[in-house]
Nanobody, 111 residues
Framework: QVQLVESGGGLVQAGGSLRLSCAAS????????VGWYRQTPGKQRELVAT???????TYADSVKGRFTISRDNAKNTVALQMNNLKPEDTAIYYC?????WGQGTQVTVSS
């Protein structure tokens, strides 16, 4: 059974950092692109960052210079390091691989 599990969310003050992790079972991450998305109530889910099989990364303009996506092929995980967090980063963050989504992890940034 294919499954993605996110972890690492929480409550942090503005300017702080969090590191999210996405662990996969039943699939192997390294052969395809993995993405992090986020969603707030009443808004569409938006792409935050992606990493391809060869390690090429892309970022939404709103997080460039603050977030870093990385992958650990040995552990079959993808991480999202989030620094200098802002209140507008508050959202549920989801990991996605092909057509599979994780259950999400809540990130709340207080001002």
């Amino acid at each position: 059974q294919v499954q993605l599990v996110e972890s690492g969310g929480g409550l942090v003050q503005a300017g702080g950092s969090l590191r999210l992790s996405c662990a996969a079972s039943g699939i192997i991450f390294r052969f395809n692109t993995v993405g992090w998305y986020r969603q707030t109530p009443g808004k569409q889910r938006e792409l935050v960052a992606t990493i391809t099989s060869d390690g090429t990364t892309t970022y939404a303009d709103s997080v460039k210079g603050r977030f870093t996506i990385s992958r650990d092929n040995a552990k079959n995980t993808v991480a999202l390091q989030m620094n200098n967090l802002k209140p507008e980063d508050t959202a549920i963050y989801y990991c996605k691989f092909l057509a599979v989504w994780g259950q999400g992890t809540q990130v709340t940034v207080s001002s």
